[in-house]
């Protein structure tokens, strides 16, 4: 499948889901973003960003209330240790943090 441009895999439950968040946040008018946080495929090597902000959510978005980062998981997905951190410093701070399984995940935690 072809969103924009983006080849996405039907089959994967986390891309789909993100996709659909997405799509919902801006049909609401709200400002919403994919993270990269993986490398990049350079020929027949796997590129890896010694920068990166390991941990870092998938999508972010600016509502007209607040600013919230959301980390995407499937039905059976689970955060990593560094997705965890990262929640816990957005809690210390007083940012929002939705982890997501579904559209509707993200409409009850912005109240929307």
Not at 63 to 84: D, M, P, R
Request: glycine letters at 10%; aromatic letters at 10%.
């Amino acid at each position: 499948m072809r969103v924009s441009g983006i080849k996405r895999k039907l089959n994967a439950p986390e891309g789909a889901v993100q996709l659909a968040i997405i799509k919902y946040l801006k049909l609401r008018g709200y400002v919403v973003g994919k993270t990269k946080t993986h490398g990049v495929r350079d020929g027949k090597f796997y590129r890896f960003d010694l920068y990166t902000f390991v941990g870092f959510p998938d999508l972010t978005v600016f509502t007209n209330k607040e600013l919230a980062f959301i980390e995407v998981k499937s039905k059976v997905g689970k955060q990593s240790e560094a997705q965890k951190e990262f929640q816990e410093m957005c809690g210390g701070v007083g940012v929002k943090y939705i982890l997501a399984r579904s559209v509707d995940d993200v409409i009850k935690a912005l109240e929307l």
